[in-house]
């Protein structure tokens, strides 16, 4: 990667990835997991004709910030990049058991970027990992049984989502208030993957009950997200890999 002054940022998509229950896994298993999921986005990114030697990349044993290229093409991340991601977790994960899969959280922004000499400091990458550590991310997919929890920044999703590309639909994200330490903001999140074990709807006289985001030219207004929201029901299915692993959204 070519460095970069950290006193001139430079406009980039960040992208934020962290594994669902790493801690409580066993020292090998941890190995494991981790080698798998660097397998993943590099398989993922592949397939999606990214080249994920061109990022700059943060490493965390259990998650990974991430700066993309310049040319990255905004559309192909969120949508391809995303599918192929989900598409590689359904070949790993063989359990109908949650526990005994690798699940992720993704969350995806574009900022602006400074290339520090420690790290990236600036507001893209911490909006990036705040809208990651969102509460109704990670309830939905602690309490679901997604393989993939994507999240968008709001400027992100109307950009790409919106207008359709590459057959992205407003209709199968909902729209939530993230509030996480000093961030507070919008996203709007969709669920990939996973055996469809059908959950529970939610109760219609819930305030909490979210509402799933508007499709191009809708009002897009939601409210916080109430767990018992999220359905598995069949959703459309994301490639051949996955032909049993639709995504779920809110109705």
Not at 64 to 81: G, M, Q, R, S
Not at 121 to 145: E, H, I, N, T
Not at 215 to 221: A, D, F, V
């Amino acid at each position: 990667m070519t460095m970069h002054d950290p006193d001139a940022p430079v406009r980039r998509l960040v992208s934020a990835v962290d594994m669902h229950a790493y801690s409580g896994r066993r020292t090998f298993q941890q190995v494991d997991f981790q080698r798998t999921l660097i397998d993943a986005l590099d398989a993922a990114a592949a397939q999606s004709g990214l080249d994920r030697s061109a990022w700059y990349l943060q490493e965390q044993g259990d998650a990974e910030v991430a700066v993309l290229p310049a040319d990255a093409p905004e559309p192909v991340v969120v949508a391809d990049f995303v599918r192929e991601l989900a598409n590689r977790l359904a070949r790993v994960n063989h359990s109908p058991d949650p526990a005994e899969r690798l699940r992720l959280r993704v969350a995806i922004h574009s900022g602006m970027v400074h290339f520090g000499r420690n790290g990236l400091p600036g507001p893209a990458a911490v909006d990036a990992c705040r809208l990651l550590d969102a509460p109704a991310l990670k309830a939905a997919l602690r309490d679901g049984d997604a393989d993939l929890a994507l999240i968008l920044s709001d400027g992100l999703f109307h950009d790409v989502v919106s207008p359709g590309y590459r057959g992205l639909r407003a209709v199968d994200f909902t729209r939530v208030e993230v509030t996480v330490k000093e961030f507070t903001g919008v996203g709007h999140m969709r669920l990939l993957g996973g055996p469809g074990t059908r959950r529970g709807p939610a109760r219609e006289n819930s305030p909490a009950a979210a509402r799933p985001s508007a499709e191009p030219g809708g009002t897009g207004h939601g409210t916080h997200l109430s767990i018992g929201a999220w359905s598995s029901g069949a959703g459309d299915a994301i490639g051949r890999d996955q032909i049993n692993h639709g995504d779920r959204h809110v109705r």
